[in-house]
């Protein structure tokens, strides 16, 4: 029987039966039918310490004893309260502000209803929002519309508002970026948002700290707004818990998701700074933040990143994310002369290549080729068209990544 599930960004009349899953364990899925296949994407880069990660499975077991979803509309718990307070003391100080919601697109969306409320509610008339090329920052309307215009949205287009955006920093031409972002921000722009030191679905696109210390100082200077989309990036994956402290800054407002359970469980916060707040804080209800979801703040899924929040307190993982960093580091190094590769990076522990090919780009043909080749090695690594990346979770070992590399420099010739 066909099953009757739509599965997300597949093409159905292309892909093949979807692989039923059994458990996971660690760094790796274990297939119904016995095969042990590595996660090398972290599952869409939300896993962060492993698979099932013992205090985060027990801190979920433990709080479905006495909680489920409640309204959060008058209403608060316990997992919320102390996990708001946890966030506040590990985020970029100046922060203090917690809003929940349910997914990285969501939290967006928060943060630029947040920007667009304070402008409205302060008295000026400020709506443009500035974006980065190559940018993603979710599926909803408002944060596709803020993301990289193609095929992925091209048939949504009726329903994006419009935003200007300057280039991505590509090595020679930083300066270029710098000065669109000043042309952009003399105009009053509301907002600028980015993904620090990463682009993640625009193809694993890399730059310097001190570039994004030098566009904050932009925004502080023409008091535009900065907005941090750092779903991807948070929680370790740049060597920082916070790509933003490699830079020194703090964001106006600060996106967070998936890592924020380590994985487990879906849950996202908008984080700002408490002038956004006060902006909202009135006793004319048409200033009030109008923005919910049903399941606000679920209390089983706040336990999981408190529970997220005690593992990074309790264990090494300041050091496991250094030691993977240089694990990668040492396992890309000789792709960077390899003449089949080109634009080999990394950023803490995350690793991309881009394999020569005659079509480049989010659809190109070998991208689903590769995705194949991986899998028959065991391997969920899942191309960004022709650019390969490893994003794996931090408790990878060493055996486990040696065939993931092995099989990307396999796949160059056998696919060539």
Same mark, same amino acid.
């Given at each position: 029987?066909?099953?009757?599930?739509? #599965?997300?960004?597949?093409? #159905?009349?292309?892909?093949?039966?979807?692989?039923?899953?059994?458990?996971?364990?660690?760094?790796?899925?274990?297939?119904? &039918?016995?095969?042990?296949?590595?996660?090398?994407?972290?599952?869409?880069? =939300?896993?962060?310490?492993?698979?099932?990660?013992?205090?985060?499975?027990?801190?979920?077991? *433990?709080?479905?004893?006495?909680? &489920?979803?409640?309204?959060?509309?008058? +209403?608060?718990?316990?997992?919320?309260?102390?996990? @708001?307070?946890?966030?506040?003391?590990?985020?970029?100080?100046?922060?203090?502000?917690?809003?929940?919601? &349910?997914?990285?697109?969501?939290?967006?969306? =928060?943060?630029?209803?947040? /920007?667009?409320?304070?402008?409205?509610?302060?008295? *000026?008339?400020?709506?443009?929002? !500035? !974006?980065?090329?190559?940018?993603?920052?979710?599926?909803?309307?408002?944060?596709?519309?803020?993301?990289?215009?193609? !095929?992925?949205?091209?048939?949504?287009?009726?329903?994006?508002?419009? =935003?200007?955006?300057?280039?991505?920093?590509?090595?020679?031409?930083?300066?270029?970026?710098?000065?669109?972002?000043?042309?952009?921000c003399t105009e009053a722009p509301?907002?600028?948002i980015v993904e620090p030191l990463?682009?993640? @679905?625009?193809?694993?696109?890399?730059?310097?700290?001190?570039?994004?210390?030098?566009? #904050?100082?932009?925004?502080?200077?023409?008091?535009?707004?900065?907005?941090?989309?750092? =779903?991807?990036?948070?929680?370790?994956?740049?060597?920082?818990?916070?790509?933003?402290?490699?830079?020194?800054?703090?964001?106006?407002?600060?996106?967070?998701?998936?890592?924020?359970?380590?994985?487990?469980?879906?849950? $996202?916060?908008?984080?700002?700074?408490?002038?956004?707040?006060? $902006? #909202?804080?009135?006793?004319?209800?048409?200033?009030?933040?109008?923005?919910?979801?049903?399941?606000?703040?679920?209390?089983?899924?706040?336990?999981?990143?408190?529970?997220?929040?005690?593992?990074? &307190?309790?264990?090494?993982? @300041?050091?496991?994310?250094?030691?993977?960093?240089?694990?990668?580091?040492?396992?890309?190094?000789?792709?960077?002369?390899?003449?089949? +590769? *080109?634009?080999?990076?990394?950023?803490?522990?995350?690793?991309?290549?881009?394999?020569? /090919?005659?079509?480049?780009?989010?659809?190109?043909g070998i991208g689903p080729l590769?995705?194949?080749? +991986?899998?028959?090695?065991?391997?969920?690594?899942?191309?960004?068209?022709?650019?390969?990346?490893?994003?794996?979770?931090?408790?990878?070992?060493?055996?486990?990544?040696?065939?993931?590399?092995?099989?990307?420099?396999? $796949?160059?010739?056998?696919?060539?």
């Amino acid at each position: 029987m066909t099953s009757p599930v739509w #599965h997300p960004f597949t093409q #159905h009349a292309l892909a093949g039966a979807m692989i039923p899953v059994a458990r996971t364990q660690g760094a790796h899925l274990v297939a119904e &039918d016995g095969r042990r296949i590595l996660d090398g994407i972290s599952s869409w880069w =939300v896993i962060t310490h492993g698979h099932r990660h013992p205090a985060i499975m027990a801190a979920i077991r *433990e709080a479905t004893q006495s909680l &489920d979803q409640i309204i959060f509309a008058g +209403f608060t718990h316990a997992p919320a309260e102390q996990l @708001a307070a946890g966030l506040l003391k590990v985020a970029p100080p100046g922060l203090t502000r917690v809003f929940y919601s &349910d997914s990285g697109s969501t939290s967006v969306e =928060v943060a630029l209803k947040m /920007a667009l409320g304070f402008w409205r509610n302060t008295g *000026e008339a400020r709506s443009r929002i !500035v !974006v980065m090329e190559a940018s993603y920052h979710g599926d909803t309307i408002g944060t596709m519309s803020v993301g990289e215009r193609g !095929v992925f949205n091209a048939a949504y287009a009726p329903l994006l508002f419009e =935003v200007e955006r300057i280039p991505f920093p590509a090595p020679g031409r930083e300066e270029a970026t710098l000065a669109a972002l000043e042309a952009a921000c003399t105009e009053a722009p509301a907002a600028f948002i980015v993904e620090p030191l990463v682009l993640g @679905a625009g193809g694993m696109l890399m730059y310097k700290p001190d570039l994004l210390k030098a566009m #904050h100082a932009i925004c502080a200077r023409h008091g535009v707004l900065f907005i941090a989309d750092e =779903v991807m990036t948070g929680w370790g994956r740049t060597g920082t818990r916070f790509a933003c402290e490699q830079a020194g800054i703090v964001p106006d407002i600060l996106c967070l998701s998936k890592g924020l359970t380590g994985g487990a469980l879906p849950l $996202a916060v908008t984080l700002c700074k408490e002038a956004i707040f006060q $902006a #909202h804080y009135s006793d004319d209800r048409t200033k009030t933040f109008f923005h919910s979801s049903s399941y606000t703040a679920n209390p089983i899924a706040c336990a999981a990143a408190l529970a997220n929040l005690a593992v990074w &307190d309790d264990e090494p993982v @300041a050091a496991r994310i250094a030691a993977l960093g240089a694990l990668q580091e040492e396992l890309i190094a000789p792709f960077r002369d390899d003449p089949r +590769f *080109e634009n080999v990076r990394r950023c803490g522990t995350i690793a991309a290549l881009d394999l020569k /090919a005659r079509d480049a780009g989010y659809l190109a043909g070998i991208g689903p080729l590769l995705y194949d080749f +991986f899998l028959t090695r065991d391997l969920l690594i899942r191309p960004l068209g022709n650019t390969l990346y490893l994003m794996p979770p931090y408790c990878v070992t060493r055996a486990d990544l040696e065939p993931a590399y092995a099989a990307i420099a396999a $796949a160059a010739d056998a696919l060539a």
